[in-house]
């Protein structure tokens, strides 16, 4: 169908590849009721989880970005496993996005000296302080980067994350036609 | 990292800051350079803040989707479909 993705070396066929494994796994752990709202909203957790996962192993460890998203999913289920010993202590949290400023608790004493240092050094661009802070907190890792750094891992980020999209989409759309 | 190493960013030159900037403004599909032109970075920037959550927020609801009809999806013989 779509003649980019015979590339098997490509971005976009490692995503795909692993994410379908991930999907297979969980379809295959999901008990025989398995309509009830609390199991679907896991298994949304679960998928959700899969396709970050999926691209970030799918870049490894060449960007800081991809590094800080599987340090903070590892940490996270140590972090569950210790705890509970069971995943439903997960629907307490429902986006991951702010996960990146919170729970960097290694990097935190080093953000705020960072952060305060760098925007006084930054009387250059002082205009972007603002939006670089707000991009830091988007980016998996921001806010450890320097702004040249930053705005060359968004870009990554970005294609990563488009591509991530168009895949989902893809295997999204085929199954709601069946 | 000691917090030394940020002062690389105030000596990140005005070109390097551009082109960063017009590699990111490219990215986006709204800001298109044949229609816009030069746009300030920090417009740029606020796109960009805007477009990741865009995208992270798909994510979030394509995730959804799919757990909605995972019920139903026979995931054998994917590749050849995708």
Known sequence: MDSQHLNPSSLKSRFTARFLRALIKINAQKPISSSSPREIFQRYRRIKVAADKSMAYSVRSRRTWSRATLWKLRSRSRRLLASSGRRSSIKTRTTTTTTA???????????????????ENKEDHVGLAVQAEELRELVPGG????????????????????????VMKKIANLYSLE | MSSQRSTSSNKITDDELNALILRLQTLLPQLDQSRHGRVSAAKVLNEICSYIRRLQKEVDGLSGRLSQCLDSMDLTGFDAEI
């Open chain 1, 143 to 166: 806010e450890s980067m320097d702004l040249c750094n930053l705005l060359d891992e968004t870009a990554h980020y970005i294609k990563c994350l488009t591509t991530q999209v168009q």
């Open chain 1, 101 to 119: 400023t919170t729970t960097s608790t290694n990097h935190r004493a080093a953000i705020v000296e960072k952060t305060s240092h760098e925007k």
